[in-house]
């Protein structure tokens, strides 16, 4: 089946630094989503990014779907940014979302 | 008030008892689903629910069942619990057009 490949598994960032994580799928995808678990559990959707380029604040993401990637850019990271982002695909051909096993940031003060 | 409530938010229950998790959602939208999250683990697909009549197996659907009761509701039973079943459960509801899946606050079920 379809992997979903998260890096780096664990980062630890000085509050104000710069940071991309990183998403590689094995196969055709139709869409990718990026998720934040905050340290409460709550899970919120970042972004739905295909394919193309977005930008939401401090954060932005980027697919390049023919090379089977996505990354996830967080600039000027701040201590709420900590907790888990997960990157999850849904498969071509069929419905079926895979998620990675995430990446774990802390952000120190 | 949030668009997507599950409850419980926390159980604990003993092996072979059966077990309903309660997700309602006021976003009108037509697709939901439950996940299922295990420690350190991202999340895996239990069910899907596209609309009322339509309800599909998801990767982990052995040991679970799924009831779409109304547009704004969608239950998953435990027929017989297992302690391997203990997780941490999501509820989740996307519309047809972008598929953005919007999470409920989770159910944290301990199966002793």
């Known amino acids: 089946g379809i992997q979903v490949e998260q890096s780096p598994p664990d980062l630890i960032l000085q509050e104000g630094a710069n940071s991309t994580l990183r998403c590689n799928f094995s196969?055709?995808?139709?869409?990718l989503q990026w998720f934040h678990q905050n340290p409460w559990g709550q899970l919120i959707n970042l972004f739905y990014?295909?394919?193309g380029t977005k930008q939401n604040g401090r954060l932005s993401a980027t697919t390049v779907a023919t090379e089977r990637y996505s990354l996830l850019y967080i600039s000027s990271s701040q201590t709420t940014d900590s907790g888990v982002y997960f990157c999850a695909v849904d498969l071509t051909g069929g419905f079926k979302t895979i998620f990675g096993a995430g990446t774990r940031l802390f952000v120190k003060a | 008030d949030a668009d997507v409530t599950q409850t419980p938010r926390n159980r604990i229950t003993k092996t072979g008892k059966r077990i309903m998790l309660e997700c309602s959602q006021t976003?009108?939208?037509?697709?939901m689903y439950w996940y299922r999250q295990d420690p350190g683990l991202g999340l895996r697909l239990i069910y899907y629910?596209?609309?009322?009549?339509?309800?599909n197996k998801g990767e982990i659907s052995d040991g679970y069942s799924v009831s779409r009761q109304a547009q704004a509701k969608f239950s998953l039973s435990l027929e017989s619990a297992i302690p391997n079943q203990t997780a941490l459960y999501f509820c989740?509801?996307?519309?047809?057009?972008?598929?953005?899946?919007?999470f409920g606050p989770g159910t944290r079920l301990t199966v002793l």
């Open positions: 989740a509801t996307s519309d047809g057009s972008t598929d953005t899946q919007y």
């Open positions: 990014i295909p394919s």
């Open positions: 629910s596209f609309d009322v009549k339509d309800i």
């Open positions: 976003k009108g939208h037509d697709r």
């Open positions: 196969d055709s995808v139709n869409n």
